[in-house]
């Protein structure tokens, strides 16, 4: 499974931002999908999950109520809406496959993109 990113960009603190995550193919639909996200100097970490069918979604504490992730099977895409950004959101966004939306280690996910870069200024 090849996953591509997109959407990141600059932001003002209160902002909005949409992320993607495509991946062309037929099995995609098949695997839960992750978001991660990795600040400069700090280790990657879980952000929120989404199951194969959509129904089941979970989220860190600290995004919770501001970011809401989704997809679109039939457009092999997963979406993550981030709206309220805080400057600590700043970060490289990564998604990820795996065989589980409730997994949310790093090493719990078998498939990574490249990651697309977020910043939300102050």
């Known amino acids: 499974v090849q996953l591509a990113e997109s959407g990141g960009g600059l932001v003002q603190a209160g902002g909005s931002l949409r992320v993607s995550c495509a991946a062309p193919?037929?099995?995609?639909?098949?695997?839960?999908i992750g978001w991660f996200r990795q600040a400069p100097g700090k280790e990657r970490e879980f952000v929120a999950a989404?199951?194969?069918?959509?129904?089941?979604?979970y989220y860190t504490d600290s995004v919770k109520g501001r970011f809401t992730v989704s997809r679109d099977n039939a457009k092999n895409t997963v979406y993550l809406q981030m709206n309220s950004l805080k400057p600590e959101d700043t970060a490289i966004y990564y998604c990820?496959?795996?065989?589980?939306?409730?997994?949310?280690?790093?090493?719990?996910?078998?498939?990574w993109g490249q990651g697309t870069q977020v910043t939300v200024s102050s």
């Open positions: 193919g037929s099995t995609f639909s098949s695997y839960a």
């Open positions: 990820a496959a795996g065989g589980s939306s409730q997994k949310r280690q790093v090493y719990e996910y078998d498939y």
């Open positions: 989404i199951s194969w069918s959509g129904v089941s979604t």
